[in-house]
């Protein structure tokens, strides 16, 4: 019966409809983790482990097993929607997640829980799973506004997802946080089950039931397909870029915060001053602070990417966004106050934020119909591969160069990458006659 469902032509709107059901799902699956992973290293403790050094251990560990799972997984369930669907492969990874958050809950062992983080990272990759089937139901020339919007559910969620878990754990327990997340995966689920259709777009007909309809072909011939296009593996690779320079200086954001300490570096405290006021509070407060100002940039930009892309190409926004990006982090290393490194790392995210959300739209564009699901599982991959790789990076670059250097690297590699880009990377053709129309008198 879904499946008969699923195959009826599209209304005008239905893609529109599936969009906001489709964020939502992205809202509530990425909000998980930032839910609860603020607060494992408490959670590790409960779990019996004392010693501090420990605890940083299996919290690194804890992190790397989930960005190591979904790594290696991605690419294969990306593959997979595209033979069975991209909507069944949107509600395993949250259907997925939302049980392995609610069995942490209950763990007993600091093992159970790394391997309960690992299986996480194997059946979650919610933003991939969601990009695909956005970018399989919506109109071509309507799919960089498309997935910008969804991309405003990440930021969101990066955004908002510690604040309330922290209201959570406080008021309800750590434990019972887990499984309060678990209901809110429960509930995103029904909601796209029920309201998301995967049907054809730009008015197709509908296509028989079974594989054929959602691409079909072999996993190895669906992920050779996406890596035939040049075109495609060129804004992957810049993908993984443009995200590893989010990745790359989080070992030393803290660190850059505590040395604007009121007193000395390391007693807690940073003092903020602006004109007529000024402020001590603690560094977790101070973070917690810069965290959510590249949040609310990155959103506002996200939301932008659209119009912009279909004014001056998304190529070029993207160009754009990763030079500029590429110029501001090495001032960060010249800050000398904690409200000029807010300021300067809230510009960072206003031009961060439009990068990722204009390469998925090139991704979209480039990609061979019916092979969404393979391109954005590999985007998937790239992105976590970056989690992994980005920090151990920082951390290395840091302890050759100190603190300024790590922004001083990062920066010279996005100036690299939007070089390349530019010498690589074209305007897909539907972007390009949408925006001749939308130019034309």
């Not at 605890?55 to 560990?61: D, E, L, M, R, S």
């Not at 997935?147 to 750590?174: E, S, Y």
């Not at 796209?192 to 011939?221: M, N, Q, W």
Request: with cysteine; charged share 10%; hydrophobic share 55%.
């Amino acid at each position: 019966m879904a499946a008969a469902r699923d195959s009826r032509p599209p209304a005008p709107a239905a893609w529109r409809r599936n969009l906001v059901f489709i964020w939502i799902g992205v809202f509530v699956g990425l909000m998980g983790a930032n839910f609860v992973f603020p607060f494992i290293p408490f959670f590790i403790q409960d779990l019996g482990v004392t010693d501090e050094s420990r605890v940083a251990f299996y919290t690194g560990i804890t992190a790397s097993a989930t960005g190591l799972s979904l790594t290696l997984t991605a690419p294969l369930w990306g593959s997979l929607a595209d033979r069975f669907g991209r909507k069944p492969m949107f509600l395993r990874a949250l259907i997925g997640a939302g049980l392995l958050i609610g069995i942490m809950g209950i763990a007993q062992a600091v093992w159970q829980l790394v391997i309960l983080r690992f299986l996480m990272g194997a059946f979650a990759g919610t933003m991939g799973a969601a990009a695909a089937l956005v970018a399989a139901t919506t109109p071509k020339e309507q799919v960089g506004r498309a997935l910008g919007t969804l991309q405003t559910g990440q930021f969101t969620a990066n955004m908002l997802g510690p604040v309330l878990g922290g209201i959570v754990a406080a008021n309800l327990g750590i434990r019972e946080s887990f499984i309060f997340c678990a209901a809110l995966y429960g509930i995103a689920a029904v909601l796209v089950y029920l309201f998301v259709r995967e049907t054809p777009v730009d008015g197709a007909p509908p296509a028989p039931t079974g594989a054929a309809k959602h691409g079909g072909g072999s996993l190895i011939g669906n992920l050779r397909a996406v890596i035939g296009e040049r075109q495609v593996v060129f804004v992957l690779v810049l993908l993984f870029i443009l995200w590893l320079s989010t990745t790359f200086v989080r070992p030393v954001m803290p660190l850059s915060i505590d040395g604007f300490a009121a007193g000395t570096p390391g007693d807690g405290r940073v003092h903020l001053e602006f004109p007529g006021f000024a402020w001590d509070m603690r560094k977790e407060a101070a973070t917690g602070i810069v965290f959510a100002v590249i949040g609310l940039t990155s959103t506002i930009a996200a939301l932008a990417v659209a119009p912009l892309g279909e004014r001056v190409g998304y190529r070029n926004t993207v160009v754009g966004a990763a030079l500029v990006t590429g110029i501001l982090y090495p001032l960060l290393a010249f800050a000398h106050s904690l409200l000029a490194f807010m300021l300067l790392f809230g510009a960072v995210g206003l031009f961060q934020g439009a990068m990722v959300p204009g390469t998925n739209a090139l991704i979209a564009a480039g990609t061979p119909d019916g092979k969404q699901g393979s391109a954005f599982g590999l985007a998937a991959s790239m992105q976590s591969m970056a989690l992994l790789l980005g920090p151990l990076g920082g951390g290395f670059t840091s302890g050759i160069g100190g603190i300024g250097a790590v922004y001083v690297v990062i920066g010279v590699i996005l100036v690299a990458a939007a070089a390349a880009a530019a010498l690589l990377v074209r305007e897909p053709d539907v972007f390009a006659v949408r925006r001749r129309s939308t130019a034309a008198p």
